[in-house]
């Protein structure tokens, strides 16, 4: 089968190009007295083959991945909005390349001098449709998709919203339930990392759900009349810590 760069609109292909060759394709479609202008590069992924990218950046193709296919990895000039500070390029591939059938080690080398605590802070991120999502803790990713990636500082600890319980309630009678919003702005939490919750000083175990985000104890006993405090505890990928304590007052009935 001779590797081909296909061509195509909406609902149909409108040009197929041999290649024969690596190298760079500059291709023109005309139709009429309308022309369209491609530049495409193909190069032969050998088995263990290394691409340097832009800003020392590096994709290391797994072995057995030795085909002829089009393929481009190219800076972004205009940086996709992100709440979190971005300290490599923004590298994005397109091609059909992907999927792999083994991942690619892709590394991004940050563009700003750190020290071992703030490269303890890095991790790549992965932009979907308008949004910036966590691939992995520090400067090298396994990927298998197309997509565009960064290295990312996060330093931005998690945030504790009030549920059922507020600081200063005070109740009549005792809650059957307490539960609050743990949310992440980017690295977000894992099996080795779940947001914990502690009644009067003692650790309760609550159950976290990351979809909600929502981190819930049901109550095996009321409480007892008097003061209480619920404390929430949340620590995310990258060690960014917060701590929300919360102080309520049961009644006698």
Known sequence: IKPTLFFQSADSVVAAVPIRAEGRYNVILRHCDISWNFT????????????????????????????LLPFS?????????????????VVRFKSSLFPLKEPA????????????????????????????????????AYINLPGTFALILDTV???????????????????????????????????????????????????????????YYLLKEPLSPGEHTVSIVAVDRLGNRTECEMTFFIGRE
């Open 157 to 215: 600890p998690p945030v504790v919203i009030p549920g059922s319980i507020e600081d200063g309630d005070t109740l009549s009678y005792s809650p059957y339930i307490i539960s609050a919003l743990v949310r992440d702005n980017f690295s977000g939490f894992d099996n080795h990392c779940i947001p914990t919750m502690y009644i009067d000083e003692q650790f309760v175990p609550a159950e976290f759900d990351p979809e909600s985000e929502r981190l």
């Open 73 to 89: 990895a190219f800076e972004l000039q205009d940086t996709p909005a992100i709440a979190e500070d971005i300290v490599s390029p």
């Open 105 to 140: 080690r892709l590394t991004l080398s940050p563009g700003i001098p750190l020290d071992r605590a703030g490269r303890r802070k890095l991790a790549v991120g992965r932009f979907w449709r308008g949004e910036w999502y966590f691939v992995s803790t520090g400067e090298i």
């Open 40 to 67: 495409v590069d193909v190069c032969r992924l050998k088995a263990g083959k290394k691409l340097s990218l832009p800003g020392s950046a590096a994709l290391y193709i797994p072995p057995g991945q030795s085909l």
